[in-house]
């Protein structure tokens, strides 16, 4: 069946979202997500290091000896990581302290060498932008959707700015690792019961035609 | 003839009779509570109640389950809660336990009969992790006005941090961690020291220990291996370096674990099935005990203890499962 091509953008952000549905990435979706801005900018980097060697990747695809394709993926992915490193040093010293080895990490995000080998190295440029774009865009969602809850929750203040009274009392845990995953596991509930009330719907509406 | 299935010998006991009877065994401890913590004990013992019956009751009709209120698992659920909580705990925080609790210790995992973790507990290591300060913040017991004044803690506006007005009193766990100072033994017995709810007189929590095992509605050997284990730990700790170690009986009868040993730790659904197997959980959460308030940052361990050996108990079933006859290994 042909897809119109907008959907190779479209189905990063819902239908294969790379946390949320394919579960990819999760390291650094639990572990910078405690503030909203740390999310943002641990989701714009990858989302970067995706589209750009996505574009690399599928351009020289077919130069690249089908044997020695994980080493030059991770060659490419690499130099990309060096780059963001350095620009989110020269951007905000703080941030990537906060950050701290998760930037360098972004190289063995599994989520961008499975869409390297998944995607990248068999499509066209063309196509490779919308998916990487999709999966980038998907991620850096994932991530805000985390870091917002845990932030407000955690700090009581969103991107920084304070939301409540002075009497907000915090919650600890939402800033501990621990509320990752309790946030996560909250989203992937809510998404879960989403759907099935979607395709309950869905079949009834099927039955009754 | 009627032909049935196995088993053919029923005692008579239904789930719901057993729990009731958890509940006789609870309220000595219940009112005691109230008179030594006066109101906030009181709001505080019946907003955990609340909590975990309404969590119950709306999520079986979300999930579409028939009630389960009828078994009385969640009114004890509710009570043990509550009666682990600092008495001048803000209320909108004690809800926030007991619906963490139920819903995520409870009902996620499939109900009554197949939680992993002992859903009191849940919900008060959700609320540790959460609000630290308020959950470690002692209000003094047998306070003149405790019948007459509700702390202004304890009715906290929903996501405000509570205004503690009495000032706070000193666990006589956290006194001997921090400052060095013991308590008499005596005082522990009756409850004259301040603690969480219901936790801090150890004579009504065994006596209700004691009726539960007079009506064959508890395991025993998990209470007694844990209270075995901490006696024996720190008796030899305290022998070797006596001024370091306290005595056992102090180490017996303060914090939680009185309550723990009889009324958490014995969870007949989070606990091993053999008896070989309630004896290596009892040591596993006596051990634990000693090790957090000897050597750990806190000055109690006991909810951690318990949840941990929670964790364990089904491979400690199945390490301690007995040779069937005429296999091999």
Redesign the interface.
Known sequence: MAQPTTNQFIKGLWQQNPIFVQALGLCPALAVSNSAINALTMGLATSFVLLSSGVIISSIRSLIPREARIVSYICIIASLVTTVDYVIKAISLDLHKSLGAFISLIVVNCLILGRAEAFASRNTVGKTVLDSAGMGAGFTIALLCIGVIREVLGAGTLFGIGL?PD???T????L?P?GGFFVLAFWLLAIGLWNDARERSAKTAEETA | MEIASSPHVASGASVDDIMRNVVYALLPVVVFAVFAFGLSALLVLTTAVLACVGTEYVLNRVAGAPDTLGDWSVVITGLLYGLTLPPGLALWMVAVGGIFGVGVGKFLFGGLGSNAFNPALVGRAFLQAAFPSAMTTWSPAFLADRFAHISSSTLAFPFARPEYDAISAATPLSAMKFRDTGTDPMELMLGLTSGSVGETCAVLILVGGIYLVARNMMNWRITVSILATVATMTLIANTLAPGEYPQPMFMLLSGGLMLGAVFMATDPVASPITDTGCWVYGLLIGGLIVVIRFWGGMAEGVMYAILLANAVSPHIDNLVQPRVYGSRA
């Open positions: 409540f009497t907000f009392q919650w600890t845990i939402m501990l621990s």
